[in-house]
Structure formats: structure tokens, C-alpha cells
């Protein structure tokens, strides 16, 4: 029997890797066997992004072995790891699917470009292989469908049925339950299971939820500085131990500051968005954190563009300060003091392809222009620079790219944004997803910060536990309605979880 697993194990041996300034990767083992579902955890910039990139060919420059069944393999390419049946859904889903073409079209990509379907190729035959690639997902996918229309979710399931037709032995998922709701992450749990068995297909479970690893996952690595520090089953560990291996200490908790409240700086009276949002009513003092309580497609997001501006409310009034506000775009929204975190980082949060220094004054590069409207790049790179600091942001220097930084630095620059700008109402929506423990915990004190320097913060989560720990007071949303309405001390999980689900 351990001869059987043994053959059926990927490898990698001594897997080194450096960027410029940075050893990402220092002499990393890691293995996998096929019909195994793994959990891979660590706190941002430990690595197991970086390691699971160079699995999935995405980084080629590399030292080290992978080998499967005791055989080398030369991964040096995306498409050299499909052949070797390894795929990888990445966190952010939209960008390795193509909008503007079918379910059926996005599912047989690569069988196309890797050259399996010969000959003159029907539609029929698409929408066919990936009727059966999602029928082995149980689900009901119309794959005549634009990929546009889709909810992430189902996006995630076009996704895995890609990997599936390709006959992949090994799938690597980054954060795959961030954007689901508890209805749609049992469905997925309970696919993989079914995967991992029937297909014999080999899982490698990314996440920063570790609940969800004890539901799912056998075993675990835990990486930590570029190195592996710890496999071990799952089976009679705690959350506790994982979290300590994570960091190398224990997760110390701060007590929260005594705050004191001021004015009302936001208030919103009957703000109605038709189809989003239905007569909501609320209001944030300064020096307050508000949580916004919510499953997925609650309307939490929705209630945060409504106030940034980015859709408009139709009727009601938003009050700043308590004068009356016209908010019509994210333009008069930081006019009137409003910043906006959202929860899809990459795509709204920040700039990607830019410097950590340009996104840092994004929102506030007036301040840095002089009269004959050059930037002054040498103040705006100092002023980045302290942001940076007091953040904890691990990077090179403030001219790195932030795609090259870890999930939880790139929200810590989404959120420094608006500290340069003094933003007075901050919108966090989701602001700790894909955040490990650790770098929770700072994003936490820095709310409390913001709160005691009487900055208004609009918290709005689906993790209740964090609403619990970091806010004043909570409104719970349910189908664009506000339904209920506590003060956090006199609340629990329990009871925030069942009007969220509509009780």
C-alpha cells in the first residue's frame, strides 16, 4: 500500500528561488500524492504562492526537482505543467477566464490551443465535453453562456471543469471559498471530496480560513520565511498550533482602545438602489467602527459603492457631516472625505502593474504636484515611504511592483491610500480576505488607530467573528435590506448568523 502511494506522489526537492532583493524560496520540500487533499498555509509573503507558481510553471527560473512517480519533470512553462496534469485556479478567477466567450468555449481552451481537438471543430462538440466536465460537478451551467454573466462562484466551477477535461492529476486551489457563501463552499468541499476520490485527483488547498481546512483537508504544510516548516496530518492538531507554526510565536491579542464617539460624520435616510438596495438607514459617529453584517449577495458591496458614488442611489439622502451630500461618482466622494477599500483588490483596490509609491498617492496626488504641474516623485516617495512603515508592508522599497507583493501587503496598500489622503469615512468591504492571522491582527490595530484619531470606519464582513472583535456596533443585511441592528457587546455570532440567513 505505501509502495501504490509512493508511485502516485509529486515532489518537490530543494526548491530555491530569488527575486531581486528577496529569497523568496530556500530549500523547500513538498509532496502531494494523487486522491489527497493537502492544505498549503502560511502568513502573506511566507511563500506558498511563490512555490505553488513554480508547480504551476508560472516562474521558471528556479533550483530544485519536481518529479512525479520518481520521474523528473522539466515545468518550465504554464503549458508544460497542464501536460504533466497539474492545474491551478488562481484567487482572482476572472483573470484566467475570457469574458466575452462561452462556458463551453472558456472549459475547451486548452484542449485548443494545446492542440488535443483536431480536425474541424463544432460547437456541439464544445458545449458537449463541457456538459460532461460539469455534469462530474453536479452542476447545471447553461454553457451557452458569456463567462461575463456568471457569479464567481460558477466561475470557480468553469475553472475546475477546464482542469477536469484536461484529465488533470493535480489541482492546486488559491483561496478558493473567498467569494462564496456557506451554501455555495459545502457544494465545493463536497465536489472535491468526490474528485479526490473518484477521480483520484490530487488537491492542493490554499486558504487563509483554517476552519475550513480541518473540514476538508488530511494533512498540512506550514510555511513560514520561505521555508517549509512543518507537514504533518491534520487529525489532533488545533487552529492554535497552526497559527503559532505560521508565525514562529503566538498570536498576541491587544486589548482595543477605549473610544470615545463624536459626531455623526456619515448618515444614510431611505438610500434605495432598485434591485440592490431597499430603504436603508444608518449611521456612523467619528471615532466609531460600524460592521456591516452579511452573507455573500447580502448587499454589502453594493452599499459600499452606493456610498462611494460608484452607483448612485435613486433615492433617500447620504448626509457627511450632516450636511446633505450629492455622491454621483467615486470623484465626489473623496471630494467629500470618503475612501473605499473594496473587496476585489486587484480589480478596483489598486494598481497592479505600478510602483508602491504611485498607488500610495493615487488618491491624494494633488498634494504632490507643484505649481508648474510636475510631481515632486521625491516627496511622494517619502511620504509613501512612512505609510509603508507604519503599516509593516514587506517589500524591497517603495518603487516594487505590488503584483509582486503578497495578497495581504497589496490590501495593506489598498487601505495606505487613504491614510496619505486623511481620509475622515473609510469603507472597508471585505477587508481581510485572503489576510493571514497575522497581518489581521495589524489591519485590526489600524482600525482602532484610525478610530481613535476619530476617523468614521464602515466595516462591512461576512466573517462575523471579526465583526465581533473589531466593531461598535453592527447592522445585519439580508437581500439589500437592513434587518437588524445591535451594539456588538450585547451580540453573537449565532445570533448575527441568523438574521443574515433571514430569520
Known sequence: MMQLEAEKRLEMRGISIEFPGVK?????????????????????????????????????AYDGTILFEGVPLTIDSPRAAKR?????????????????????????????????????????????????????????????????????ADKQLVLIARALVQDSRFLILDEPTAPLSQRETEHLFRIIKELATREQLGVIFISHRLQELFEICESISVMRDGKLVARQRLAGRTKETIVEQMLGRRLQQTDRQTRTVGQALLELDQVTVPGELDQLSLTVHAG???????????????????????????????????????????????RHGIGLVPEERRKEGILVTDPIYQNMTAASLKQFVNRFGWVKTGTERTAANAIIKRLAIKSTDETQRVEGLSGGNQQKVAIGKWLLADAAVLLLDEPTKGVDVG???????????????????????????????????????????????TNTSETTEDQLLLYATGG
Open 288 to 334: 466609531e467602527v460600524i460592521g456591516i453584517a452579511g452573507l455573500v449577495g447580502a448587499g454589502k458591496t453594493e452599499l459600499c459603492k452606493t456610498i462611494f458614488g460608484a452607483t448612485p442611489a435613486a433615492a433617500g439622502q447620504i448626509r457627511i457631516a450632516g450636511e446633505p451630500a450629492t455622491i454621483r461618482s467615486p470623484h465626489e466622494a473623496v
Open 84 to 152: 504533466a496534469g497539474i492545474e491551478i485556479v488562481y484567487q482572482e478567477v476572472d483573470t484566467a477566464l475570457i469574458s466575452y466567450l462561452t462556458v463551453a468555449e472558456n472549459i475547451c481552451l486548452d484542449l485548443l490551443t494545446g492542440g488535443q481537438l483536431k480536425g474541424v471543430v463544432r460547437q456541439r462538440r464544445f458545449e458537449q465535453i463541457a456538459l460532461e466536465a460539469l455534469a462530474k460537478l453536479q452542476s447545471s451551467i447553461d454553457v451557452r453562456q458569456r463567462v461575463s454573466e456568471l457569479r464567481l
Open 24 to 60: 523568496a524560496l530556500d530549500a523547500v520540500d513538498f509532496s502531494v500524492r494523487r486522491g489527497e487533499i493537502h492544505a498549503l498555509v502560511g502568513a502573506n509573503g511566507a511563500g506558498k504562492s511563490t512555490l505553488m507558481k513554480v508547480l504551476a510553471g508560472a516562474h521558471a
Open 439 to 485: 497581518a489581521k491582527r495589524e489591519i485590526f490595530d489600524v482600525i482602532d488607530q484610525l478610530a481613535g484619531q476619530q476617523k468614521a470606519i464602515l466595516y462591512a464582513s461576512s466573517e462575523f467573528d471579526e465583526l465581533l472583535a473589531v466593531t461598535d456596533r453592527i447592522y445585519v443585511m439580508y437581500d439589500g435590506k437592513i434587518v437588524f441592528e
